[in-house]
Nanobody
Framework: QVQLVESGGGLVQPGGSLRLSCAASGRTFSTYAMGWFRQAPGKERESVAAISRGGATKYYADSVKGRFTISRDNAKNTVDLQMNSLKPEDTAVYYC??????????????????WGAGTQVTVSS
């Protein structure tokens, strides 16, 4: 069973940048689509970005398009989320997740079956 561990969260000022990383265990990382999700206090978890198994297809929520970039390195079993031009409304716990059950790229929370514990991102001056 794959396990996911996020890192890279922290406190950053508005307009700043952070890079989140998710390390996956197991030998079959390249067969999973991967996604980043976030949950702000008092709000439901939402999809932020997703990337196909080979990395050719990517999805971004409208709220982060042009500011966030998802990437993966199948040789290192990692998926990253580069976050630029951060806003206070980006404050949330960010989760990495894997879809181990299908071959395509899906973006809904229910499509992902393996989750990391999350990392806190706080954007504040």
């Amino acid at each position: 069973q794959v396990q996911l561990v996020e890192s890279g969260g922290g406190l950053v000022q508005p307009g700043g940048s952070l890079r989140l990383s998710c390390a996956a265990s197991g030998r079959t990382f390249s067969t999973y689509a991967m996604g980043w999700f976030r949950q702000a206090p008092g709000k439901e978890r939402e999809s932020v970005a997703a990337i196909s198994r080979g990395g050719a297809t990517k999805y971004y929520a409208d709220s982060v398009k042009g500011r966030f970039t998802i990437s993966r390195d199948n040789a290192k079993n990692t998926v990253d989320l580069q976050m630029n031009s951060l806003k206070p409304e980006d404050t949330a716990v960010y989760y990495c997740a894997a879809d181990t059950r299908t071959l395509g790229l899906r973006i809904k929370i229910r499509d992902y079956d393996v989750w990391g514990a999350g990392t806190q991102v706080t954007v504040s001056s």
